[in-house]
């Protein structure tokens, strides 16, 4: 093991025939980290949760979660990892106490432990008024909420997170983020898969970009965003756009890099400013109908373009503009 990595990856690979779905990542997080994997959905960050888990074998690679090899002691793996995966892993006609009860015993918690440990992990998930009530009555967001405390009833030392928000509202959006800085705090590091940019700011110390089964770049969101050589970002909502417009934005100086996505056309610009005067008489001699034009400063999704070529927000279905998701303290 690396340093202090309490999770270390080098150069994970899965395969499944032809298709590459880990292409050697290579990764590693200290202790008491929020790491995110961001990236679109394909891009290989379940597969890379489900090697470190012990549930899918590496083509090539090795791993260690608090120094133990996933390949060669799985048991002793998940005695040290708590896992919440994308699907609702919990029996609908069960009450969530009973729910807990089940996967209690299956992470070897004692019996005469669990019923305490059941109280404080649903007080934490607030949801000790609920406990007895069916799961098939509760909320999408009531029931990940049950799916993170059956992962953290044998106090792991790692918890896995696979895109946990997918498919609920914003208000318990935010409460789950906040429920894990909160367990955070308390020391828990967490592996957090997500394609909501908005998720990857707010939460992670660190984020590892991925696209394609490929790592492409590691760091906090600042170093992420220093790295693309650019100033301001220019997003402009228009019809009649077209790919020429693409061309000769990527032709000029002043950008550097530029993408369109239906009716959005989004530039990372190295003299923001300066380039909207030629921009809009563009657009306007082209025929292009325009609706918007915004400047803002560089963010994951400006770095996702530079890497990629590709917008990540378009593809992936993250939280409209203006969606609140809170702001870690």
Known sequence: MRGDAIIDAERLTKRYGEI?????????????????LLGP????KTTT???????????????????????KDSLGVRSKIGVVPQEIALYPTLSARDNLVFWGRMYGVPDHALK??????????????????????????????????????HRPSVL??????????????????ELVVELNDHGLTVLYTTHYLEEAEFLCNRIGIMDEGKMLAIGTKEELTATIGATGVIAVSADGMDESIVGWLRSLDAVADAALVESELTINVIAGPNLLPALVEKLTSSGAAVHSVDVT??????????????SLRDRDGSPAEGEPVGKKT
Do not use: W, Y
């Open 160 to 177: 896995f997170l696979d895109e946990p928000t997918v498919g609920i509202d914003p208000q318990t959006r935010r409460s789950i983020l």
């Open 297 to 310: 400063v560089p963010n994951l999704e400006s770095v996702f373009l530079h890497l990629t070529g590709k």
């Open 116 to 153: 305490q440990r059941i109280e404080e992990i649903l007080e934490t998930v607030e949801l000790s008024d609920r406990a007895d009530s069916r799961i098939d009555t509760f909320s999408g967001g009531m029931k990940r909420r049950v799916n993170i405390a059956a992962g953290l009833l």
């Open 41 to 44: 959905n394909g891009a290989g």
């Open 20 to 36: 590459v779905a880990v292409d050697s990542v290579s990764f590693e997080v200290p202790e008491g980290e929020i790491f995110g």
């Open 49 to 71: 949760i489900g090697i470190l888990s012990c549930l899918v074998t590496p083509t090539a690679g090795s791993a260690r979660i608090c120094g133990i090899d996933v390949t």
